[in-house]
């Protein structure tokens, strides 16, 4: 999913704590990790995170989406942006 609808970029750039109830296919897992992946881009930490998902399955497919997304971004990012994403990306299999 490339383009977010208006509602799913209104939930990418809120700051804070959100909740993303939505129904099946509708893109809150997109949108759960393009979250994720525009906080760790701005220095934040993936300790700080409870992000909460029903499954075990679907907790293991939003690790793995998470991953590739934030190894795509290492790409386009700076030296120092790069080198915590990194750090970042080693927390992601510890994760709950």
């Known amino acids: 999913m490339a383009n977010p ?6 939930a990418i750039d809120k700051r804070g704590r959100v909740i ?3 129904s099946a296919g509708s893109g809150k897992t997109f949108v759960m990790i393009e979250r ?10 993936l300790e700080n995170v409870l992000a909460v998902t029903f ?6 497919q939003m690790k793995d989406k998470l991953r ?3 190894i795509k971004r290492t790409a386009a990012a700076d ?11 080693s927390k992601i299999a510890l994760a709950n």
């Open 5 to 10: 609808t208006p509602q799913q970029q209104a």
């Open 36 to 45: 994720l992946v525009s906080y760790v881009e701005g220095g934040g930490d």
């Open 79 to 89: 030296s120092d942006t790069r080198a915590h994403i990194k750090g970042q990306l």
């Open 55 to 60: 499954t075990k399955k679907a907790a293991a």
């Open 68 to 70: 590739t997304a934030l």
């Open 20 to 22: 993303v109830s939505a």
